[in-house]
């Protein structure tokens, strides 16, 4: 079972951002929150990952709370190309249990004009 | 540098019949994962090889068979397919021994596999 809850849709205005909230309230201390993406008909697509402090790249930021409970994916000005069902996944630090990915039902955004 | 690829992308087979799904990862990573995609639902963890050998591997029967090759490319193979197997299958590739810290997992397009 996916170890994360993520509303099933959400809609955006285009240039505005999009805040992707995700619950992962039975994280353990060896496990990093990883964010996903999947555009109609390709592969995911990977986007960020943290393990307790903020991180930002070119693509989002990744605003996790101070006891790793939830997570917040930021796409700061959304674009008709970002409309995608979008997953929030855990999964251990190392690879002992292996580079499985479990994937929940995702949210799915519509960014609209 | 090509990523992920995954032939062929469409298929099309009988009920009963066997399919062998390829997938060569990118460049530099030695770990591949493959997934199942029913419409409407995410991708699904089939098995994962690592070293030419199965590591890890989902809640899938024995219908369900890999290989890894010494490039590290691998096949999927599905014997007696039923209806239900029709879906993306998804191959994944990352960098990473068993015991070391996790890595990104880059995907392929995908093979649509239609049974009929």
Known sequence: DA???????????????????????????????????????QGPQYIIHGLKNNETNEMASLIITEDRKSSTLILPHATLRDTAVYYCIVRPFYNNAGNMLTFGGGTRLMVKP | DAGVTQSPTHLIKTRGQQVTLRCSPKSGHDTVSW??????????????????????????????????????????????????????????????????????????????????
């Not at chain 2, 030419?52 to 096949?75: I, K, L, M, V």
């Not at chain 2, 879906?87 to 021994?97: I, K, P, Q, R, V």
């Open chain 1, 3 to 41: 170890k994360t809850t993520q509303p099933p849709s959400m809609d955006c205005a285009e240039g505005r951002a999009a805040n992707l909230p995700c619950n992962h309230s039975t994280i353990s201390g060896n496990e990093y929150v990883y964010w996903y993406r999947q555009i109609h008909s």
């Open chain 2, 35 to 116: 997934y199942q995609q029913a419409l409407g639902q995410g991708p699904q963890f089939i098995f994962q090889y690592y070293e030419e050998e199965e590591r890890q591997r989902g809640n899938f029967p024995d219908r369900f068979s890999g290989h890894q090759f010494p490039n590290y490319s691998s096949e999927l193979n599905v014997n007696a397919l039923l209806l239900g197997d029709s879906a993306l299958y998804l191959c994944a590739s990352s960098l990473g021994s068993i015991q070391g810290p996790s890595t990104e997992a880059f995907f392929g397009q995908g093979t649509r596999l239609t049974v009929v």
